[in-house]
């Protein structure tokens, strides 16, 4: 990336890219601290993880939002 960046500068969304990296692990942690609550059933963890996962694919969606229109109104 420095490299790249000192030769051919490309202007990369570091602050953004870096958000979805935090929030990707903060999701991954609030999963690890709810489990122990749900208990060995797979039939509660799978659907409380998943919904964890669709909270983040929303996250993602509210700030690509603008991205995602352009593209498929293309």
């Known amino acids: 990336y420095w490299t790249g960046r000192r030769h051919f ?3 990369y969304p570091m602050l953004r890219i ?6 990707a692990i903060a999701f991954y ?6 489990r122990p609550y749900l208990g060995d059933s797979l ?4 659907p409380i993880n ?13 700030f690509e939002r603008k991205t995602i229109h ?3 109104n293309n």
């Not at 942690?29 to 709810?34: A, E, N, T, W, Y």
């Open 70 to 72: 352009s593209i498929l």
């Open 43 to 46: 039939a509660v963890i799978l």
């Open 18 to 23: 870096f958000l979805y990296i935090l929030s």
């Open 50 to 62: 998943s919904l964890i996962l669709l909270t983040y694919i929303i996250f993602i969606y509210v």
């Open 9 to 11: 500068p490309i202007p």
């Open 29 to 34: 942690f609030i999963s690890l601290q709810v």
